[in-house]
């Protein structure tokens, strides 16, 4: 069964405008500012994501790992589901044990289940 939290992350974004879409990949460079929050698909599922993650120290490495995640979607030829292992694995070598408890297992949940519900064939 879906975690309802998973499911605000899923379904919210649809109803508040939509995927963000970026400029295209570049390692250890990306366009966009890690001063702006980058986790979610909208405002609403960005503003729970943020809030999750709003008192932890490592809330920037989280951030960075969402950037990394969008730039990755944008490669074309790359699979979303090893995208999203990707993303995965970087939540996990944070190394916070609430990241590893809470925030991976949310995140995770979120974005696989997306792929699965929206993007069958990637």
């Keep these: 069964m879906i975690p309802r939290l998973a499911l605000l992350?899923?379904?919210?974004p649809l109803a508040s405008g939509?995927?963000?879409r970026f400029s295209t990949y570049e390692p250890h460079r990306s366009t966009r500012s890690i001063d702006d929050w980058h986790c979610?698909?909208?405002k609403i599922s960005?503003?729970?994501s943020n809030a999750l993650?709003?008192?932890s120290p490592d809330q920037q490495r989280i951030n960075v790992c969402c950037m990394e995640h969008d730039d990755l979607l944008e490669i074309e030829g790359l699979n979303r589901?090893?995208?999203d292992r990707i993303f995965c694995e970087c939540l996990t070598n944070i190394g916070s044990s609430y990241i590893t408890?809470?925030?991976k297992p949310l995140f995770c949940t979120a974005i696989k289940?997306?792929?699965l519900l929206f993007h069958r064939d990637s």
């Excluded at 992350?9 to 919210?12: N, R």
């Design 46 to 48: 960005g503003g729970i």
């Design 18 to 20: 939509g995927v963000f």
């Design 40 to 42: 979610g698909i909208g």
């Design 113 to 115: 289940t997306y792929s």
């Design 101 to 103: 408890i809470v925030i």
């Design 9 to 12: 992350f899923m379904v919210f």
């Design 81 to 83: 589901m090893e995208v």
């Design 53 to 55: 993650t709003y008192f």
